[in-house]
């Protein structure tokens, strides 16, 4: 086996030229961050091979996954990116170039997100490996939006499409089911479990048009579930109104069951979001910014339960409303 890098040597060949000013090159213990009129916002989220992501995929998707994944828990609550901390615990079997394309791939993401890397930790693990980034971001002082603050009568809306991601991990597990499927179909729906998109470009918009917000990452059906609970109310949302992917709407079509699945299975990395009586003039700030988003329901007052109505305006039940680890 060549000379693998000692830890110095992968730090200030690989993650250094990815660093911000405020790393300090990457040669001390802590980063120093210019202090700012806005609130800091921060967030972090831990990937786990096997869990996560396929110990074989790229390695420059897997470290663009682990930012993304971050950067829409700061795009939905109106923040935008400052940087962000990266610790890595290795497996026994890494290699020199295994991290140079992990970190080729995340310093792509670094310059198109701007948000540069702070610093981190680098470890050895004889479990799988582990990824855990913490992002910093500004929110305008009293534009933070929470997931407490939604108002009864509020209308719902989500971006994008849903259940992608979890239409593309079925397909990974599922052979059959991925050769039945047209090949811009299952392109689509593995590039979307691969690379989520969040919605940064949204940010602005959220901060002027709505009143509570998260992004989607265990299943749109449960993440509602929450916000709605958070904010003390429940929520009533049509089915059809749900935006789907061609590709999505494929799957489903040659197995009805996939509805569940890309309602509950998570990953979508998009935003949810209430918005009391400028529904229309954010619907057109989001379609300005390149991010649309679709009026999906409304927050009703009650006892905190989320109804999803069914083409006949039935209540449709699920066996489980997202994904858990636990």
């Known amino acids: 086996m060549a000379r693998r890098f000692s830890e110095d040597e992968l730090i200030a060949t690989l993650f250094a030229p990815l660093a911000g000013a405020a790393a300090l090159g990457l040669r001390d213990d802590a ?9 800091t916002v921060a967030t972090t989220d831990a990937l786990v091979a096997g869990v996560h992501f396929f110990e074989d995929d790229p390695p420059g998707l897997i470290a663009k996954k682990a930012l993304r994944v971050n950067l ?3 795009a939905a609550k109106g923040a935008e990116p400052v940087g962000f901390l ?3 615990a290795l497996p026994p079997d890494w290699t020199n170039d295994w991290l140079a394309a992990f970190a080729a ?19 050895s693990t004889p479990g799988p490996l582990t990824l855990s980034i913490t992002a910093l971001g500004e929110a305008p002082k009293g534009r933070f939006i929470a997931r407490t603050t939604g108002q009864a009568g509020d209308a719902v809306f989500v971006s994008g499409t849903i259940g992608d991601a979890a239409l593309g991990l079925r397909l ?17 729906l593995l590039e979307r479990y691969l690379l989520p998109r969040p919605r940064l470009a ?14 989607v990452s265990d299943g749109l059906v449960g993440d509602l579930a929450k916000l709605a609970r958070a904010s003390k109310l429940g929520a009533k949302v049509t089915l059809a109104s749900v935006p789907f992917s061609d590709a999505a ?19 979508d990395y998009e935003v949810l979001c209430c918005v009391g009586s400028g529904g229309a003039q954010f619907a057109a700030a989001a379609r300005a910014a390149s991010a649309p988003c679709a009026r999906i329901g409304e927050l009703i007052a009650g006892d905190r339960e989320t109804v999803f109505l069914d083409e006949l305006g039935k209540p449709r039940n699920f066996n489980r409303l997202s994904f858990s680890h636990f």
């Open 172 to 188: 990974r597990r599922d052979a059959a089911l991925a050769r039945r499927l047209s090949a811009p179909a299952r392109d689509h």
């Open 86 to 88: 990266l610790a890595i």
């Open 72 to 74: 829409s828990d700061l």
């Open 202 to 215: 949204l940010a602005a918009a959220l901060r002027v048009h709505v009143t509570a917000a998260m992004d």
């Open 105 to 123: 791939g995340l310093g792509e993401d670094a310059l198109a997100y701007r948000c540069p890397l702070l610093g981190g930790d680098t470890v």
């Open 249 to 267: 709407r494929e799957a489903i079509a040659l197995d009805p069951r996939l509805l569940d699945v890309a309602l509950t299975g998570g990953d």
């Open 31 to 39: 980063a120093l961050l210019p202090a700012s009129k806005n609130p």
